[in-house]
């Protein structure tokens, strides 16, 4: 009797194991090029934890972010909606500290893992409402965060304080002299504890690092590293950024060590033994930017894509994503799969088996991670920003539209490009195709309905 008793507790011990939710680690790189690593193309320097990363797993090569600047992009992360339904469509800054916050009622990423019960935490950049809004971090679902509540503060490395939840922490180092307590080492340390802390639970990590965004800055033991080797150098003068007499040693650096703390990560939860119930997925936040002393152009950080950050060519918008989980996704594999930030938040809850209260944009992209039949596709994907004088694009099968200088002219011709012969957006068909035309055109207006701001909006086209 005794034995029996003993095996049946050993079963059930066993069965608890192999029923544990899997944790996941969503790291985000913030104005990464999607030719900024090693395994996406990039010659001039090396990335070989990411690269890593990529060989242990799958490499998307059709991956879009939400936006093409920083608060939308995560945001259509965290909610599953496009830029046609988001809550948060721009960049919208607020006094003294922080941006435009999301309403009360929105449902995060972080609140579907807690339901779950999931411990969750947010380490780095937040950027979609101060501590004390409707959406500080708090609010939406987490039980952790540390880091810049502020995406405008966040442009400094040495910044006087950090946020944990909703309250101030001083870097006492940087109070006086601004260069002593390099903020990201903090923020990776508190990623690093909250994954040792919760090891034997599932959890939720959105580490949202902050390099390679202007100022364009490092410490000097890995500007030693790089510095005379990326020559001629780029002398960026201050501006609203810190000047930087070396901005393609600062470059390098900066992406150097997002790939140590990348690195570091993996390499915990190896220690950690929870690898094998972990999927880990790497992507940037939009495209390569031009600010603070970066030079795009010189690395070829966008490799094919014509554009940069605030555009809405593929520039703008194409972004690296790496997804690996041992023993699940198989290794090395290149994907093709069209997706787009928010596709994340129903691929998680598929993959927790968690319903979702609403109606997303999204479309799960679990059955390709796992190698699957049945992987649904989008019909189309849809973004717009409603600054730079307005822009608009969409992507149906390999037929790209896009529209500019939307507050001049609402109802003008769309830019037509054929993806699939022309991924550089050299070649405009659109007097070619006025039927793909009509149709992308007629999709555009039916994508969206009226934002939260005003100066969100677009001007109704003429009636004829």
Known sequence: MKKGIVLGFFLIAAGAVQARQPNVVFILADDLGYGDLGCYGQTMFETPNIDALAKKGMKFTNHYSGSTVCAPSRCALLTGMHMGHAAVRGNAELEPEGQQPMPADTYTAAHLFKKAGYKTGIFGKWGLGAAGSTSDTVAMGFDTFYGYNCQRLAHCYYPAWMWRNNEREFLWGNVSSFSKDYAPDFIHQEALKFIRENKDEPFYC?????????????????????????????????????????????????????????????????????????????????????????????????????????????????????????????????????????????????????????????VSYLPTLLGKDGQGNHDYLYWEFAMKGGRKAIRKGNWKGVRYDVFKASD?????????????????????????????????????????????????????
Not at 447 to 453: D, E, Y
Request: without cysteine.
């Open 206 to 362: 959105y580490y949202a690092l902050v390099q390679p965004h202007a100022d364009m800055i490092a410490p000097e033991e890995y500007m030693k590293k790089h510095r005379g080797k990326y020559l001629p150098e780029l002398n960026y003068e201050e501006d609203y950024y810190t000047g930087q007499p070396e901005g393609h040693a600062a470059f390098v650096a900066m992406v150097n060590i997002l790939d140590d703390y990348v690195g570091e990560v993996m390499a915990e939860l190896d220690k950690l033994g929870i690898a094998d119930d972990t999927l880990v997925i790497f992507a940037s936040d939009n495209g390569a930017h031009e600010e603070g002393g970066a030079d795009p152009e010189y690395f070829d950080s966008n490799a094919v894509w014509k554009g940069f950050k605030r555009d809405l060519y593929e520039g703008g918008i194409h972004v690296p994503m790496i997804a690996a989980w041992p023993g699940k996704i198989k290794e090395g594999v290149v994907n093709d799969h069209i997706s787009a930030f928010w596709d994340f938040l129903p691929t998680v809850a598929e993959l927790i088996g968690e319903p979702l209260p609403l109606k997303v944009d999204g």
């Open 412 to 464: 003008s011709m769309l830019e037509l490009y054929d993806l699939s012969a022309d991924p550089g957006e050299t070649k405009n068909l659109a007097e070619q195709y006025p039927e793909v035309v009509a149709e992308l055109d007629a999709l555009m207006k039916k994508s969206r309905k009226p934002a939260n701001l005003d100066k969100w909006n677009f001007p109704q086209p003429k009636k004829k």
